[in-house]
């Protein structure tokens, strides 16, 4: 649930990038801190940890309207992909009010997208929270790599794979040239502040 802070009548949503090791989730929080650095009132936080280079999450607050006469502040997170990062990919879900899955369309990644996806649902499952409940968009990254040749899993073999049961939303989208970032982006935050205005009633 959303941190709500009473005094400064603001709440507080916490959306979090979670997928496997080096599939684009913190190249997504790059191009948007780049794009929309304007609405960014804070320096991007990176926290490396020795062994994984994608180790870092990210907290960029978007002033987004109001809810309730409260103002919306959204912090995104990216976790650590590798398996053996799972207890702070664990803790950076505390509190998570949506979550954006960000696949490797390469084909020698799609185990890694499914165990991944699996290991979001256990997370989660420690919160009390449901994966089929909670706001939820999915991204099919990499796509820009069938130019270079680079065998990519169909658009449909993803959806079978990772979205069949989940029917969640999602994009096919390149975060290093920044094709539907900003789509996804906004998408997982209008159904996380649907969400918490419908828990806030």
Do not use: W
């Amino acid at each position: 649930m959303a941190f709500v802070n009473l005094k400064k009548k603001e709440v507080q949503a916490k959306i979090v990038y979670y997928g496997p090791g080096r599939g684009g989730k913190t190249t997504n929080l790059e191009y948007i801190h780049a794009k929309f650095s304007s609405r960014i009132k804070t320096e991007m936080v990176a926290i490396k940890t020795h062994g994984d280079r994608t180790l870092f999450f990210d907290f960029l607050p978007f002033d987004l309207g109001r809810i309730k006469g409260y103002d919306v502040k959204i912090q995104l997170y990216t976790v650590p992909g590798q398996i053996k990062y799972n207890a702070t990919r664990r803790l950076v879900l505390r509190g998570v009010d949506g979550v954006v899955f960000v696949a490797d369309s390469m084909e020698v990644r799609r185990e890694k997208n499914v165990l991944s996806l699996r290991n979001l649902q256990e997370n989660l499952a420690t919160y009390q929270k449901n994966i089929f409940r909670i706001p939820l968009v999915l991204q099919y990254n990499k796509r820009d790599l069938s130019e270079q040749g680079i065998p990519l899993l169909p658009v449909e073999t993803l959806e079978k794979q990772l979205n069949s049961k989940l029917k969640a939303p999602c994009f096919e989208a390149s975060a290093l040239m920044g094709t539907n970032v900003a789509k996804t982006m906004k998408k997982i935050i209008s159904m996380t502040i649907a969400s918490l205005q419908r828990d806030l009633k």
